[in-house]
């Protein structure tokens, strides 16, 4: 009979965690460049460089482009959250633990790989300087020349994250306030507050870096970053007698690469700027 109950316990938790990770997981994961399924330690990221045609003289050879090939790795690495649930805690409270304890173990995951994109991100040196001010529409659209400047696709991969008290300024842009939601064109923003602004998908994200006041803000291209993952989310349940409870650990292997600098412009903004009344 304990068999039985404890299998049914492990199928339950199992279901809840994966649903979990769906709805409220990483929000940056299909921002960027994704590689799924990954063998070994590492994942190679292959980089193109630009093409340019030439003029042929009558009867001479066609000019050769010459396109340099590279490739950037990124090294996978394992992450784990792991937490007890005691048997006897369901009869105590009236949450359900294995729903909690599910939440927090996929919501810690979704937020390493979003801390992994992000320290990515703020490798490139393309940065707008704070100059003592937060997010303005100036530095906006000085980002977004920069990204016109080096090329890079306006094809509707295009990605803005900022931090909560930008989000706020934002909102002081009369074309953004007036601008689409995102979650109309991309239906895993839905239910989020994201819009589309200058050909750009914008999302508020709370765990951006934030240095000595600055926070850092990041416009970038889809393919300019890569993630890689060897194993999405899995939980395993362990009954362990000392305990009198189950151990459920949550395990993820991912690594992220930045392949192309020139697809990322950081905006680095005063985090307690005054917000127009």
């Not at 090294?75 to 729903?99: F, H, M, N, P, Q």
């Not at 707008?128 to 100036?138: N, Q, S, Y």
């Not at 991969?157 to 953004?176: C, K, M, P, T, Y």
Request: aromatic content about 8%; overall charge negative.
């Amino acid at each position: 009979m304990s068999t039985s109950i404890a299998n049914s316990f492990i199928a339950m938790y199992l279901a809840d965690v994966h649903e979990a990770y769906q709805q409220r997981g990483s929000k940056l994961r299909n921002t960027v460049r994704l590689k799924t399924g990954v063998t070994g330690a590492t994942a190679v990221f292959q980089k193109n460089g630009k093409g340019a045609a030439g003029k042929k003289t009558r009867n001479g050879n066609v000019p050769l482009m010459n396109v340099a090939h590279s490739n950037v790795t990124a090294t996978l690495e394992d992450w784990y959250g792991a937490d007890y649930v005691d048997k006897l805690d369901e009869l105590k409270t009236s949450t359900d633990e294995r729903l909690v304890v599910a939440n927090a173990g996929a919501y810690a995951l979704g937020r390493k790989i979003d801390e992994l994109i992000t320290a990515r991100l703020a490798l490139s040196a393309n940065v707008v300087a704070e100059g003592g001010t937060g997010l303005t529409k100036a530095k906006i659209l000085e980002a977004f020349a920069r990204l016109n400047g080096n090329d890079v696709p306006d094809d509707g991969n295009r990605f803005a994250v900022v931090g909560a008290h930008q989000w706020n300024e934002l909102l002081d842009i009369s074309e953004f306030k007036s601008a689409d939601f995102a979650g109309e064109k991309y239906p895993w923003l839905r239910g989020t507050e994201s819009r589309t602004w200058l050909g750009i998908t914008w999302m508020f994200h709370t765990g951006l870096p934030l240095d000595a006041g600055t926070r850092k803000c990041f416009l970038y291209h889809k393919s300019a970053v890569g993630l890689a993952e060897g194993q999405d989310v899995k939980v395993f349940t362990d009954w362990v007698p000392e305990k009198a409870a189950h151990l459920v650990d949550h395990m993820l292997s991912a690594g992220a690469c930045l392949i192309d600098e020139d697809g990322v412009v950081e905006i680095d903004c005063d985090d307690d700027a005054t917000l127009a009344a």
